[in-house]
Each structure stands twice: as C-alpha cells, then as structure tokens.
C-alpha cells in the first residue's frame, strides 16, 4: 500500500540552527500538509500546500519556517532558526483530491529536538 | 472556531470487551470525520472515515457512528484485543475552500489488559 515517507525520523539540532524535514507524499496525491505534535498536546496543523503554493496556514507558521516542493516528489519543511518550543514530531500528509471521501494519509514523522 | 473533544482520556479494560470511544465538535458543519491510532511515538494510521453525509463507516471491528446534528462520534470497538492499546484520535475537516484542514481531538488513550 502506498505511505507517506518522512526522513528523518529523529534529528537533534542546536538551538538557532536550521532544520530541513523532508518527506515523500504519496505519488499520485494533490494535497500536501504539516502537521506537529508536541509532547502530550493536541495534533496541530501548520501548512497546506497545493499546486506548487502554499494555500493556508496557522498562526504558528510564522517567517521561521517555509516549505517547498523542489522536484515533484519531495515536499520539504524547513525552520530557519530553531527554538527550544520547536521541539516536537512533525508530520507530513498528502491527500489525493478534496472530496470529501478522500482520506488524509499521514506519515511516521520526525522527531525534532531543539537543545 | 471548531473544538473537537474525546473522553474519556484514558480507559483501561480486559481483553475481550466491547468498548465505546467518545468525540464531540463544536461546530456541526463539517465536511468528514476521521479516527486514527496513534502507537507510542509513532504516525497517525487512518481507522475510518466518515463523509457527512453518512451515519456510520465499518471495519473489521471497528464501527464509527456520526450524529452531525448533536456534534458527536463514536468508535465501537468490539472484542478488543491488547493489540487494540494504543491512542485513538478523531479529527474533523471542516468546509472552507479546498485545502480543509484537520482539527483533532485530544485523544483516548486505550489499554487493553490480557
């Protein structure tokens, strides 16, 4: 069955340095989307993104972080500058179309650790 | 602004039993409902899906009901198992142009006892 890859599953970073999450969406879907979880808190949405553009995003997506589609198969998340409050696991979903029996696929995610 | 509820938050029974996960929204109008496991550490694994349009989705064990008008779902699970332990999330995708972005719930953390 098709999956959603995230690469990589767990990174340490130092704070203030940059972190690229990468991910692989499943090949023949539209939609693509992060999302974080920090420890014992809600799932939450940072971004969507769809024809090459970001097309909502969350109040926590703020200028530290972008996203890019650079070669029609990876969809990458970057944070410019890390903080301590970045640490989190970070997932990546895509979904095929918007109707509404389209299911959200969601893959293992990415542990980030901001020392 | 869209809340989405579960309860209980934690829930511990013995192996064999049927048992109901509960989530409640806020705001009626959404587009579908989702259920998802979480294992410790782990991805989200997509359990059911139910479009508004409908009253309730089936698989293998699982039975997901929703009652869009009281904001509410349920996941049934029936002869659990202790491979059945995990977290148990439900999110709804709300209408709003084509991107429709999930809002979970807190989640239900489930163990099953062998």
């Known amino acids: 069955e098709p999956e959603v890859t995230q690469t990589p599953s767990h990174q340490v970073t130092q704070m203030g340095q940059e972190v690229i999450l990468r991910c692989v969406p499943i090949s023949n879907h539209l939609y693509f989307y992060w999302y974080r979880q920090i420890l014992g808190q809600k799932v939450e949405f940072l971004v969507s993104?769809?024809?090459?553009?970001?097309?909502?995003k969350s109040e926590i997506f703020d200028d530290q972080f972008s996203v890019e589609r650079p070669d029609g198969s990876n969809f990458t998340l970057k944070i410019r500058s890390t903080k301590l409050e970045d640490s989190a696991m970070y997932f990546c979903?895509?979904?095929?179309?918007?109707?509404?029996?389209?299911?959200?696929?969601f893959g293992e995610g990415s542990w980030l650790t901001v020392v | 602004k869209q809340e989405v509820t579960q309860i209980p938050a934690a829930l511990s029974v013995p192996e064999g039993e049927n048992l109901v996960l509960n989530c409640s929204f806020t705001?009626?109008?959404?587009?579908?409902l989702q259920w998802f496991r979480q294992d410790p550490g782990k991805g989200l694994t997509s359990l059911l899906l139910?479009?508004?349009?409908?009253r309730e989705q089936t698989s293998g064990r699982l039975n997901a009901s929703l009652d869009k008008s009281s904001g509410r779902s349920t996941l049934y699970i029936a002869a659990s198992q202790p491979g059945d332990s995990a977290t148990y999330l439900c999110?709804?995708?709300?209408?709003?142009?084509?991107?429709?972005?999930?809002?979970f719930g807190t989640g239900t953390l489930l163990a099953v006892q062998p």
């Open positions: 993104f769809y024809n090459n553009e970001i097309s909502e």
């Open positions: 999110a709804v995708r709300g209408y709003g142009g084509a991107t429709n972005k999930l809002i």
């Open positions: 979903a895509s979904r095929k179309g918007v109707a509404s029996g389209n299911t959200i696929y």
């Open positions: 139910i479009q508004s349009s409908q």
């Open positions: 705001d009626s109008a959404i587009y579908n």
